[in-house]
Nanobody, 125 residues
Framework: QVQLVESGGGLVQAGGSLRLSCAASGRALSWYTLGWFRQAPGKDREFAAG????????YYADSVNGRFTISRDNAKNTVYLQMNSLNTEDTAVYYC??????????????????WGQGTQVTVSS
């Protein structure tokens, strides 16, 4: 079992930045594909970013590409999401997720085995 705990959410003005962290316990994350998803009020959960188990490949939704950066530190068992140039449409609960081994479709939530409880990000205009 893997337990995931997100942190770093909060209230930020449009144009600002936040860095989310997701710390894992229970298992080493070295062999897990990791992803960040988000869910805005009244909307379905959507993929934001993903990173391969080696860290060598990253994937982003078109809506965040160029503004968000996903990274991982396997020594710290932690995955990060650096979010820059935030706008009000980025307001959502952000979830990290872990999938055993390699996966092909990073954007599909049913490919992930473990989920955190989420952290709220609110961007004000």
């Amino acid at each position: 079992q893997v337990q995931l705990v997100e942190s770093g959410g909060g209230l930020v003005q449009a144009g600002g930045s936040l860095r989310l962290s997701c710390a894992a316990s229970g298992r080493a994350l070295s062999w897990y594909t990791l992803g960040w998803f988000r869910q805005a009020p009244g909307k379905d959960r959507e993929f934001a970013a993903g990173i391969s188990w080696s860290g060598g490949s990253t994937y982003y939704a078109d809506s965040v590409n160029g503004r968000f950066t996903i990274s991982r530190d396997n020594a710290k068992n932690t995955v990060y999401l650096q979010m820059n140039s935030l706008n009000t449409e980025d307001t959502a609960v952000y979830y990290c997720a872990a999938a055993r081994g390699s996966i092909t479709y990073y954007s599909l939530s049913d490919k992930y085995d473990y989920w955190g409880q989420g952290t709220q990000v609110t961007v004000s205009s």
